[in-house]
């Protein structure tokens, strides 16, 4: 019965996955917003996501420490955010269209790898869960935010780290003037290309640790396309977030706690079609998006090529 998800153990374990299940968005969609906020659209998140998840993965199938796998997914990540760079800041293709075959290249190459050097799914001993001291004990509190593998928190701690280096730094601001007015960021000396380029590597790495949190931190296995379009929403929740962290990390915690609640649904059997279920988180993200569409300012040369000159 509905009555069953509105019990205290079962609204914690609500809240608690959720809190969890944001990791790979926050991780993903904040590096998609230093992408964005520079002027660039990389929809290929979803194909680093699977390389990242799959580089981790797979060194820690081979014996190592599952932060030599987190390491691997950052190396992985970058080499794809620096392809993105030198076809759409370099070569100056069409961002979408790029982004759609980098994320094409991801999906079937870690396919192609994982049939070639696994095979089969095959469990592993990723990050366990670190419950943080004193605050961890605290009733229903300590369970639902202090009861976490590292990379959550990790995840979370990226929030404020973001929203400093864009705004507080001399680098943020940089970024923000080559999204808003590369023309002018130019003539002030900034290298717009330099930053770009910077960019998409950062993007890159995070939508690599993204992939990680998965494979070695939230499942602790790997298998074909096990993204399962994850990267598409987190490029959504940018756009949700209006191009700041904060915002971001509101988007992801809104989309997370619906995922959790429609696996709750499934899990207490509450009599509602287990297909509509699983619509609920994708539904939503439509809704809110085009509620919000209309208020949102983005960066005024985001997808827009530059070539020095002009």
Avoid: C
């Avoid at 269209?97 to 980098?102: A, P, R, V, Y």
């Avoid at 400093?164 to 080559?178: C, D, H, P, S, Y």
């Avoid at 990680?212 to 931190?217: C, P």
């Avoid at 809104?254 to 988180?281: C, G, H, R, T």
């Amino acid at each position: 019965m509905i009555s069953d998800l509105f019990t205290i153990s079962v609204l914690v374990g609500i809240l608690q996955s959720g809190v969890r299940l944001a990791t790979p968005y926050l991780f993903a969609a904040l590096g998609e917003t230093f992408t964005q906020r520079s002027g660039v659209l990389n929809l290929g998140v979803d194909g680093i996501m699977l390389m990242g998840a799959f580089a981790g993965f797979y060194v820690v199938f081979q014996g190592g420490d599952p932060w030599l796998g987190v390491l691997a997914a950052i190396g992985v990540g970058a080499l794809m955010g620096l392809l993105m760079a030198v076809i759409s800041v370099t070569m100056q293709a069409e961002q979408g269209i790029s982004g759609i075959g980098l994320y094409l290249f991801g999906l079937g190459l870690s396919s192609l790898l994982f049939k070639t050097l696994i095979g089969s799914v095959e469990p592993v001993s990723g990050f366990s869960r670190y419950r943080v001291p004193i605050l961890g004990d605290l009733p229903y509190i300590g369970e639902i935010f202090f009861n976490h593998n590292v990379l959550v928190y990790l995840a979370y701690f990226m929030v404020p780290i973001s929203w400093f280096l864009l705004n507080k730094t001399t680098l943020g601001l940089k970024i923000r003037a080559v999204g808003h007015n590369p023309e002018a960021a130019d003539s002030l000396g900034v290298n717009v290309i330099g930053v770009r380029y910077f960019t998409l590597l950062f993007g890159g790495a995070m939508a690599g640790i993204a992939g990680a949190s998965l494979s070695i931190g939230l499942l602790n296995v790997f298998q074909e396309n096990m993204t399962n379009g994850l990267g598409f929403i987190a490029v959504a929740l940018v756009y949700f977030g209006s191009w700041r962290p904060v915002g971001v990390l509101g988007g992801a915690l809104l989309f997370s706690l619906v995922s959790a609640l429609q696996l709750w649904v499934q899990v207490k059997n509450i009599p509602i079609p287990s297909d509509l279920a699983v619509m609920m988180p994708y539904v939503l993200t439509i809704v809110v998006l085009t509620l919000t569409v209309r208020q949102i300012r983005q960066p005024a040369a985001l997808t827009k090529p530059y070539e020095r000159g002009e």
